[in-house]
């Protein structure tokens, strides 16, 4: 927040289930009006709207805040999702009745799935914004899903912008990302801080240098050229038509496959 950074995503399940709390205790030191708070709620977990209504006055009060600026209908990872949070009495219904008594601003949706499933949902104009897993390295697979945001007037966040840890650890490999004078990492975080399609970039952060490098870079980052786009498209090569963010949320295979 002294950096200037002033969105700050969570969820319910984070750190152990204590990051909404985290939060509420550095929010308690800072102007309200200076900052968005995000977070977020399985259709999956809620599928009741008053199951909805409990998960919203729950994250308020760990929060320590009066109004959630950005309320996720989180993880929607194929369209029955979707179907099951727009259901009557659902998530969907419950989160309207709290935006309708000033408990969220904003009802938005977070989705990892591939672009034309995001641009059907947000065809429906019933979300603000949409927050999806989508970086340097699988831009190709979502792109069309940032395309549909633009086109239907909806707020696009950025996660994953490092690809679930992959890009920093595997820097060699991955030079071609980057210009001369900068890293694969710091290639990474530009590409989606200056892309004017992008509203926010969600770093996670896990050290001061972390918050250093990653202000370092917004504050001189230089949009890729369609040129250098291009190139980035021809060296990921034709078969990666997805990729993995780390997100974890695919554990529990049916078929009792180690992911």
Known sequence: FDQGI???DTAPGYCDDQSEAIFG?????????QFYVSTKGMPTSFDTAEKAREAVHKSLKHLGVEKIDFYHVWCLRKME????AMRAGGQYEGL???QAEGLIEHIVCSSHQPGNEIRTILRQGHFEGVLMGINILNFPYRWDGVAAAAEFGAGVAAMNPLAGGAIPQHEKELAFLARDGETPTEAALRFLVSAP????ALNGFTSREHIDMACRVAEKAEPFTHTETDAIRRNLGEYITAMCTGCGYCKGCPQDIPV
């Open 197 to 200: 399609e992008v509203n926010i």
């Open 6 to 8: 002033n969105y700050f």
């Open 81 to 84: 999702h979707y179907d099951l």
């Open 25 to 33: 205790v550095a929010f308690k030191g800072m102007p309200r009006d």
């Open 96 to 98: 309207k009745q709290c």
